[in-house]
């Protein structure tokens, strides 16, 4: 049923380090203060990407409000990975900002 929903979800991820690694090293980064925004949204991502696979594996099991939390999931990944694709592209122009550094309107702090 879920491969019927999400085809793209259901591709093999590319092989990344076990999940419990993943949050030990989203955690430690977290405690850096200049953490990269590529590296922390990379990480975020493949805990999302769990996250989602592990949730749509399970989804005869839940309600109506966990159905809607897992749309929510899908949302984030996508907001995401447009981020980071308009940040790696903004690298590519020698430009390197950190979108966590601008206001809601795109100008910086």
Known sequence: MAELLFP???????????????????????????????????????????????????????????????NQEINFKRRLTKQMRKVRKLEKLGLHIDPRKLNEDGKWH
């Open 8 to 70: 793209q979800l259901e591709r093999p991820l590319p092989s990344l380090p076990s999940l419990h690694y993943t949050l030990f090293a989203y955690r430690e980064e977290l405690r850096r203060r200049d953490a990269p925004f590529m590296k922390m949204s990379t990480i975020k991502l493949h805990l999302t990407d769990n996250l989602i696979l592990q949730t749509i594996k399970n989804i005869r099991q839940y309600d109506t409000i966990e159905i809607m939390n897992l």
